[in-house]
């Protein structure tokens, strides 16, 4: 017979079923074995005096043994969890397991390197099969969102000939005579791909960044989602684009997986209205100054601090009662060369911080051969980036665009780690499993 995922098993029939051993209670005349696949769970019932041929097979189970069952799916109102339980008549190890080496002692909290030394162990858990049954259901509303709306998904390659963006954070590999770089993100091709005439693209791919760092939320390799669009008057369309995507993915989390995420990380998600609140740097800090007593020197005006972005949070919900925040007004020391510029030249461009941490950097771009030569010549990257400004020399459309990351988004939806919030974590210290 077929196996059948638990949440599809039919009620009077005879299912087939396997998965992972979650609880096993072996009694004397009985024994109970709670069963998980990735879609639910089960209760095996089984009475030993009709079925002593499987006493030795139950005296060898564990937990997190992976086995296999068939039996007659019944009705009970004694058994807590769905109301129902199979009575197998065959019971097979597929797997013995071994005592797992990260549970903790009780009311104890395993150390979360310890955990990621495991990490196949620790992702067996209800909450991280949420976490990324979540991030995979948000990811696949934003692709279904920019498809409705004609965007074309491409794939650029992360492997490359010159250190991208700014030149400093790339990790630099041997690439047979010559080095090559990890690419920082896929800024440059998203770019060419607007002077082939492609005019809305988005890709979901690996961006890595050379940096050390000891915070919640950084990693040397995550998974962004980034978009380009043409033809746009300003980076308020960017915006605009940005804040229905999240509103379209956070809306359908909601309805999917709402529930479950209060049940089991107790946060209700919250779909943000349109627009999102939208602030200049500068009023920023006169706000965080006027209401919370927050100073900070002039000279650190043109960026925002740590603990303004943290404090961002309070302000955005004090002023709008609004959980997102777009903040404008950045100086051109702290934006790359190839953001275009206004008549002041303040960068045309915005950082989008959400529960007190920045998720997305976006902008319009510049796309005039000369001017953006010239934006590459004051921060020295002529030469590094020439095989980029070719792409200018052509014909090139007016563009805009954004990276998110999905990883520290994820973070943000359930107020955990970073090292949490991703499949397999990459730090400075970390390179395995």
């Not at 915070?215 to 960017?238: P, Q």
């Not at 740590?306 to 950045?330: A, N, P, W």
Request: charged share 30%; glycine share 8%.
């Amino acid at each position: 017979m077929k196996r059948v995922n638990i949440k599809n098993i039919k009620l009077g029939e005879v299912n087939h079923v396997a998965g992972f051993v979650e609880t096993i209670r072996n009694k004397k005349a009985m024994c109970f074995i709670v069963l998980r696949d990735i879609t639910g769970k089960l209760q095996l019932t089984v009475e030993k005096a009709n079925h002593p041929e499987l006493e030795d097979t139950l005296a060898q189970i564990t937990v997190d043994t992976v086995i296999e069952a068939e039996g007659k799916i019944m009705a009970s109102e004694y058994v807590k969890l769905n109301g129902m339980e199979m009575y197998p008549d065959t019971v097979k190890i597929l797997s013995h397991a071994e005592p797992s080496p990260i549970v903790a002692p009780k009311g104890e909290e395993t150390n979360i390197d310890l955990r990621l030394d495991y990490r196949w162990i620790d992702l067996r858990t209800d909450k991280n099969t949420l976490m990324f049954k979540t991030q995979s259901l948000f990811v696949n509303k934003c692709r279904e969102y920019l498809v409705n709306n004609d965007f074309i998904e491409i794939h650029s390659p992360k492997l490359i000939g010159a250190e991208s963006e700014s030149g400093a954070g790339v990790f630099k590999v041997d690439y047979f005579d010559r080095n090559a770089f990890l690419a920082q993100s896929p800024q440059f091709y998203k770019q060419m791909a607007m002077a082939a005439g492609f005019e809305r693209i988005f890709e979901t791919g690996p961006v890595f960044r050379a940096e050390k760092f000891a915070s919640r939320k950084h990693a040397t390799e995550f998974t962004g989602l980034d978009l380009e669009f043409s033809y746009i008057e300003s980076y308020k369309d960017v915006m605009k684009l940005e804040e229905e995507m999240i509103q379209y993915g956070l809306k359908a989390v909601k309805e999917t997986y709402g529930e479950q995420i209060k049940a089991l990380f107790d946060i209700d998600i919250v779909v943000p209205t349109l627009p999102f609140p939208v602030m200049d740097l500068h009023d920023v800090y006169d706000e965080l100054e006027k209401r919370y007593g927050y100073k900070v020197d002039e000279s650190e005006k043109g960026d925002l601090t740590t603990e303004g972005e943290r404090m961002v949070e309070k302000l955005s919900k004090d002023m709008f009662g609004h959980e997102f925040m777009f903040i404008t007004g950045y100086s051109v020391d702290v934006r790359p060369f190839y953001h275009m510029r206004d008549e002041k030249g303040v960068p045309c461009g915005y950082d989008l911080i959400w529960k007190g941490c920045e998720i997305t950097t976006g902008a319009q771009r510049e796309h005039r051969y000369e001017i953006l030569k010239k934006q590459a010549e004051e921060k020295g990257l002529v030469e590094d980036v020439k095989f980029y400004l070719d792409f200018f020399k052509y014909g090139c459309p007016p563009h805009g665009g954004f990276g998110i990351g999905v990883d520290r988004l994820t973070m943000l939806i359930f107020n955990e780690g970073i090292k949490d919030a991703m499949f397999i974590f990459r730090g400075p210290d970390r390179l395995n499993p």
